[in-house]
């Protein structure tokens, strides 16, 4: 099982919004609802952000969003806060029981 | 509430082998499955395997298939990575996680493992 495909870098001003695409193949994101996204800040565990590709865990800010079109997944953080800035990762279930993660991008808050 | 705690980090040898455990508190730890997952320094996580809590059942990922052995305690509520024949490519942190349905609600807070000669 191959890692999804995300950019390395994302970024954008306090108060802009930034998209990320997760792009992986009809054995996973284009074949499963099972889509989660997670934040990661140097030094700590991931962080369950988004699930079922658009469900948010309760005490996540509706600043972020999640959708999927096809065999790519796409995380939307609108209103950029400074804490906001970390490293975001994709991940899918997969066939034959499995999971994938994403290669992982960077959000820069400028 | 809800916890995972692993156990410490560890510094082996290569070709060692090194048992990471995974404390589960806080729910009734055979109602999730355990994850384990590997993050290479500066490396996004990578997934390795799951064990269901009730049963004991494995999947592992291919990449992993023969090198890693997971297990589970459910009296004393707590899951087990062994990693064997450890390599230099083995450094990384280690993570288990809880799932629900199909994503990783719960984290441990991941064990360093470093293997050097």
């Known amino acids: 099982q191959s890692a999804l495909t995300q950019p390395p870098s994302a970024s954008g001003s306090p108060g802009q919004s930034v998209t990320i695409s997760c792009t992986g193949t009809?054995?996973?994101?284009?074949?499963?609802?099972?889509v989660s996204w997670y934040q990661q800040h140097p030094g700590k565990a991931p962080k369950l952000m988004i699930y079922d590709v658009t469900k948010r865990p309760s005490g996540v800010p509706d600043r972020f969003s999640g959708s999927k079109s096809g065999n790519t997944a796409s995380l939307t953080v609108s209103g950029l806060q400074a804490e906001d800035e970390a490293d975001y990762y994709c991940n899918s279930y997969a066939t034959n029981n499995n999971y994938v993660f994403g290669t992982g991008t960077k959000v820069t808050v400028l | 509430q809800v916890q995972l705690v692993q156990s410490g980090a560890e510094v082996k040898k290569p070709g060692a082998s090194v048992k990471i455990s995974c404390k589960a508190s806080g729910y009734t730890f055979t109602n999730h499955y355990i994850h384990w997952l590997r993050q290479a320094p500066g490396q996004g996580p990578e997934w390795m395997g799951l064990i269901t809590t009730s049963g004991g059942d494995t999947t592992y990922a291919q990449k992993f298939q023969g090198r890693v052995t997971l297990t589970r305690e459910t009296s004393t509520s707590t899951a087990y990575l062994e990693l064997n024949s450890l390599t230099f490519e083995a450094t990384a942190v280690y993570y288990c996680?809880?799932?629900?349905?199909?994503?990783?609600?719960?984290w441990g807070q991941g064990t360093l493992v470093t293997v050097s000669s």
């Open positions: 009809s054995s996973d994101v284009g074949l499963f609802n099972s």
């Open positions: 996680t809880r799932s629900v349905g199909s994503h990783f609600d719960r």
